[in-house]
């Protein structure tokens, strides 16, 4: 035989084994798994709720409510985290930090407050075309005498106040979801204070 040399294994009874014990044993395995008294529930599948993702959590994914607590942890000691009361029942809940979920909130306000000065700006600048061409107009002088400048003026006129009105009434609008929710982070805050003082 040369250097590399290979041989079989002897068929011997050491390295017999018997396959069919196996797959019996197995078989038995499966069916004491199935014939089981235990019934293991499974574990509920809640929807995720995106309003519990960004910024302050108020409901959990459970549908419960979002908890503030303090961590005690030797990493972390004296962190407040939102979390829910039923944390405990090894279901997915809702686990932010205090601060994170502040910082996002206020990112949010800000981002939503530049939007609407965008908005203030274009529509000043709107303002200011309008005006420009009403003054173009008022300054033509028309070979109609019979009061067709005034006419279109008033017509532009018009158009703009009902733009301006419009755009009003949505910056309104706007403004308003901002004051509610600017009023609720600060309800809450004043919550979490009391919450603090009282421990």
Known sequence: ????????????????????????????????EADSRHNIAEPVQYLPQFYSDDGIPKICYCG?????ETS????????????????????????????????????DYQRQLR?????????????VKVEQIVGELAKKKTAIANGYPLLVCVLLSVVFLLCMVVMFKW??????????SMEELQEEFQRMKMRLTNL
């Open 64 to 68: 419960g409510e979002a908890v503030v």
């Open 171 to 180: 910056a309104a609008e706007k403004e308003n979801v901002l004051t509610e």
């Open 115 to 127: 939007e609407v000065k965008d908005q203030a700006n274009e529509s000043d600048e709107k303002l």
């Open 1 to 32: 035989m040369g250097r590399y040399s290979y041989s079989q294994p002897s068929s011997s009874e050491e390295y017999d084994i018997d396959i069919t014990s196996l797959l019996q044993a197995e078989a038995d395995l499966y069916s004491d």
């Open 72 to 107: 005690y942890t030797s990493k972390d000691p004296g962190r407040r985290y939102f979390t829910c009361g039923n944390a405990d029942d090894g279901d997915c809940h809702v686990w932010k930090w205090w601060d994170v979920a502040v910082m996002e909130e206020l990112r």
